[in-house]
């Protein structure tokens, strides 16, 4: 056989092979089980293959936000890994690109888990990533019975303070690049009050503001607003 034929031949070889692969990686999405090297594949680059995105091992078909996910897309750091921390971390660089939670409360946790419930009645579920969630066999981890485990104290702890601090109503608050902030009660007298279950849910202590009556101002640990009178309704923040 003539070389320049070999050497058609050989590419046309090369073409089929090629197409063949895309069509596999294509089709193979329903396979179910992904490694994070075949997840990789899937990051919007390629146009002929799907855009997948994992969170908590699980994994999605975020095609139909191509504009979001697809290459130079607003959300294409998510594409083709499980990058679940950065969902409430905001680091969408380096070593912030990680499916690992540690250290991050039991909100913070309760919000990915938000987001991979998002991703279950927004996109197509399409497998289970093998690795920190899920095992070889596609069952869950005890890192991801954890994870579960954490993010359900982290909605009770929320929904425990939302019922403390709806008996104690907030202050009406207000602010503008001209004037500054503002807080006021309509019934009462504003105070900076400690939320107690914050650091259990955050690992931080943080203050809200809360309107007192009059006969209540004497309990320990309300704080006036500074430059603002005792029993004004209104104080500059």
Known sequence: MPAKKLITSSCFGIAVLVALIAFLLKFNTQQKLFTAEELAFYNGTDESLPILLGILGSVFDVTKGKSHYGAG???????GRDASRAFVSGNFTGDGLTDSLRGLSSTEVHSVVGWRDFYFKSYKFVGRLVGRYYDSQGNPTK????????????????????????KQPSCNSRWSQDDGGEVWCDDGFPRLVQRPLEIALTGKMSKRCACFNEDQLGQPGLEIYNGCDYLARRCRV
């Open 73 to 79: 897309g607003g959300y294409n750091h998510f594409a």
């Open 143 to 166: 890192y991801l019975k954890g994870v579960e485990a954490k993010a359900a104290r982290g909605a009770q702890l929320m929904e425990k303070q939302k019922n403390m601090e709806a």
